[in-house]
Structure formats: C-alpha cells, structure tokens
C-alpha cells in the first residue's frame, strides 16, 4: 500500500516536496476514509511538520481507567498530532518501579488487580507490555516518568534499585533491553513539588541516572484557586503567586548547586518567567514549559467557566497570562506542554474547594496556542512547531524527524509524462527542481518516499493545516473526558494526519 501527498510544505525551508507514505499501521484510526491503496491527495497549502511531543500527560492507567486509559489517551494524542509523550507517575498503584503484591489487591488498592491479571509485578513492567497485555495496537509512543518518591508520597526518594534498569544504558540483561520500547526518561512527583527534606536524595538519584527531574513548581497548603479579585468575587480562598516562585527559587539554587538539569513544568507567572530567565542567562541547567490555558485564559475565566478552568497552578491574573506569551516570544519558555488531565465531568461538578485540578488538552493544544500566539503576531508557525515538537522531543531524550535532511538525502525529482527525470524540456534544474532563474517549474517537485528512508522506522511527522479554522467540539474529542474550558471556541490551526514509523497513525484528510 502506498499514499501520495501532492504539494506539501516543509515546515522549515518551505521547499514543496510530494510524500509517499508506504501505508496504514496496524492501530490506525480515521475520522475519514480518504486514505487508501493508490490514494493521491493533494496536500497544497498544508506543511509537513515533525510530529509533536507532550512530555506531560496523565492517562490514568492503571487505577483510575473510568477516567481516561492507555488506549483512549493514546488515541486522544494521535488524533492532536502528537507522535510521542511522556506518561506522569501519578498512576494507582505510583509510577515506582516498587513490587505490587496480592497483599495490594486484597486488600483492594485501586490498579493492583489489573496490574497482577496483566501478568506484571510493578506499574512500570505494566505500562512497557500494555500492548501485548491487553492485546491492542497502541497509536502513540510513549515514555515513562519515575516517581520522584515511594507511593509519591513525598516521604522518601524512590529506590533507583527498582527502576534504574529501565532507564536507557542501564539494562540489567538482555530481557530488560528488550522490554524497554518505553523507557524511563525523567524523575517528576508531578502533582506534587519534591518536599525539601528529599530533594537532595532525589537529584542524586537523577545525577545516577542521567536524568533530569521535572519538577511541579507549585506548593500551597491551602486555596483553589488564585489569590485576587477574582477569588474574593468567588468567596473562594486565593493562592498567592508566590507559592510557585518559592520552588522555581529554591530548584534553581539546586541545580547551581548540583549541575542536575531541572524542567520546570507549567510556568504561569511573571515573577518565576524572571528568576528562570535570569538562571538561564547564568547559564544553569534549567528548562522550561507553559501550557495553552496559561497563555489563552486568565483567572477571570473562571467567572465564565468555573471548575471547568480550576488546576494546579491555578490561572493567574491577566497581567501573568501577558507575562506568559512574553516569556514564549523572547525565548524564555523552551516548549509547551498540555497536562492532560482528565476527570469527569461529575467530578468536575463538586464545586471550587472538592473539585480536582486539571484539565484535558491533546486535541485542541495546537488550534489554541496557534490561534492565540501565531495569529496574535506574537511568534511564527515555525516557531510554534518548535515548541510543539522539537523543544519536547529533546527534552525527552529524542531526536526529532529533521525532514529537511530526510529529503535532501533520499528525495528524487518526480517524473511527469514529458519530462520522466523531473526537468522540464529546454530547462536546467538544480536537484530541488529550481532553474537557473531560481523559480520553481510545475511538476518537479522532489518526491520523498519513506519507504525508501533508512531508518524509516523512527520517522514521525505531522500534517498541518495552520490556516483552517475550526470549533472545538469536546464531544468528538477521542479522550474519554471532556473537561475542558475550550469547547466551543473557534480557533485555527489543525493537525490533519499523525504519521509514526512512516505510516499513517490517524487522519482527518
């Protein structure tokens, strides 16, 4: 099987190329049944992009599956053009590495039964062999975070004796290489900041493993939502901005100290984007991320949308959402992250002080950041991309698809019918299929077929249509949850087929 895309943009260099996809993978899904053996799609005006990455997700599996699972998050993420992302360690039984015993399901802590009926011993071994577990095709690779503490309970720093051989380069024996399609990539308590008594032991166990942590830069005891107007309008009580900067503070001080690379997750105010900005001029190992409801919504929000825009961080006030968007044109924020978190809409319902944090975003991330951040003329599509792509994949440990080098090296001049080595008659073309004039002749674009790539097994890519405008419908949404503050609003900007492996994952064509 083979599928030809005419005329699609590289994202960086703009060159027109037509794409030869060899097929459909074996979890492919479809909102459209345009894809087929022989298909011709023309692809004018749409860019071909690395697929994106989410180094922050929460899939609720094992423990919590009437939320969200494996393979509805992983379906969520395809269905976004994300090719790769990062699983948190707030699962049921914790992301540990620790043993989960029949003690545990006995005594019915919530995910140990379906981790013993997979035939696993711990979350970690559950989550590497969900696919030939629960005999499915999952859509979307994913990575694993550790827990930065037992049970992430914040008591004690996790044993790295339970979960360093998942870590890459740290195999234990040939079995364990061979399990680890979905490796440790990071230490993070996410939902929790590492409590000052560990933080010690816990970078040390990231400078043993070569990891870095990704750090929840939020502590408060009290509060739902944040401190200010509109909390007191609420009758809710506020959570002062100065709970994140007190962990941004203190976590950078850490990594002067210890040399440890520390991500910040979820950056929302103006005060913590100045300490990172200045660590990073000071050269320390510190990253960064937001996410789409930190740029797109202010705490007014929650006058309009109530828990529906309660999370953690709350959303700060209008002058912090600016300083966010500041902090993206100027460099500061390396990428962006959703928090994909879903909950049900019952339990988003229990009012402002009950109702959990969080909220879902895989399938909307890209229409919202773009039509706040591109269409507001703050940064460029090809920027956004960077952020969406390969900002995370490196944080990640991985090399985005460099697509640029992918046709350079393997791309030949189409054929037409006068014209079977791609120049036209009389005319002298570069291998780009440009004159001498520098113009660009119909029918000669380079032809890029993956099935011809080296290595065509690690390409992943996106097909965006960055003008289309359309309406988010949390209802069509391929997540179980549909909490979100976004339903309803039109944006532009959308993720039109999910390539993993060179091989179509998802489609709306």
């Known amino acids: 099987m083979s599928i030809t895309l005419r005329n699609i943009k590289v994202w960086n260099t703009g060159e027109i190329i037509d794409l030869v996809v060899p097929g459909l993978a074996d979890a492919y899904f479809a909102d459209t049944d345009a894809l087929h053996d022989g298909a011709d799609i023309d692809a004018t005006g749409l860019t071909l992009a690395p697929g994106f990455a989410d180094p922050h997700v929460h899939f609720r599996d094992p423990g919590q599956t009437y939320k969200e699972s494996m393979v509805s998050g992983c379906r969520a993420s395809a269905s976004g053009g994300y090719t790769n992302v990062l699983i948190m360690p707030n699962t049921l039984p914790a992301l540990d590495g620790q043993a989960v015993t029949e003690e545990d399901a006995a005594a019915d802590k919530p995910g140990a039964r379906e981790v013993l009926d997979a035939g696993c011993g711990n979350v970690i071994d559950f989550l590497q062999q969900y696919d030939a577990a629960h005999d499915v095709k999952l859509p979307v690779r994913y ?62 166990n990231a400078k043993a493993s070569g990891l870095c942590l990704i750090e929840h830069c939020e502590h408060h005891d009290t509060g739902a939502v944040n401190d200010g107007l509109v909390s007191r309008k609420l009758g809710v009580p506020g959570i002062p901005e100065d709970t994140e900067l007190k962990i941004v503070a203190r976590d950078i001080e850490a990594a002067r100290r210890t040399g440890i690379h520390v991500h910040f997750q979820h950056v929302s105010t103006a005060i913590s984007f100045d300490a990172i900005r200045k660590a990073k001029a000071e050269g320390l190992p510190i990253t960064c991320e937001t996410a789409p409801h930190y740029l797109a919504l202010s705490d007014e929000a929650l006058l309009e949308y109530g828990t529906l825009a309660k999370m953690n961080p709350p959303l700060r006030s209008e002058d912090d959402r600016k300083a966010t968007i500041a902090a993206i044109a100027d460099g500061t924020v390396d990428l962006l992250a959703t928090d994909h978190a879903p909950h049900t809409m019952e339990e988003k319902e229990l009012g402002f002080l009950k109702a959990p944090n969080g909220i879902i975003g895989l399938e909307c991330a890209y229409g919202v950041c773009h039509k706040v951040l591109v269409d507001g003329g703050f940064i460029s599509d090809e920027r956004l991309i960077e952020l969406m792509s390969v900002g995370p994949d490196e944080l990640m440990g991985h090399e985005p698809t460099d697509i640029a080098v992918l046709v350079e090296d393997f791309a030949e001049p189409a054929p037409t019918g006068d014209d079977p080595d791609g120049v036209i008659a009389g005319e002298t073309a570069d ?5 001498a004039d520098g113009t660009k002749r119909e029918g000669v674009n380079r032809l890029l077929d993956l099935g011809s790539v080296e290595g065509s097994e690690n390409v992943d890519l996106v097909v965006l249509n960055t003008d289309e405008e359309w309406t988010v419908d949390p209802e069509a949404f391929h997540s179980k949850a549909r909490n979100t503050p976004f339903g309803g609003w039109k944006v532009t900007g959308r993720p039109l087929a999910t390539i993993i492996g060179s091989q179509f994952m998802f489609s709306r064509l």
């Open 143 to 204: 990575d694993l975070c550790v827990c930065a503490s037992k049970d992430r309970a914040g008591r004690e720093a996790s044993d790295t004796a339970d979960w360093l051989r998942y870590v890459p380069g740290f195999e234990d024996d040939a079995k364990t290489a061979a399990m680890n399609e979905h490796p440790v990539t990071a230490i993070s308590d996410d939902g929790s900041a590492v409590p000052e008594p560990i933080l010690d032991d816990v970078l040390a």
């Open 431 to 435: 291998a780009a299929g440009h004159s």
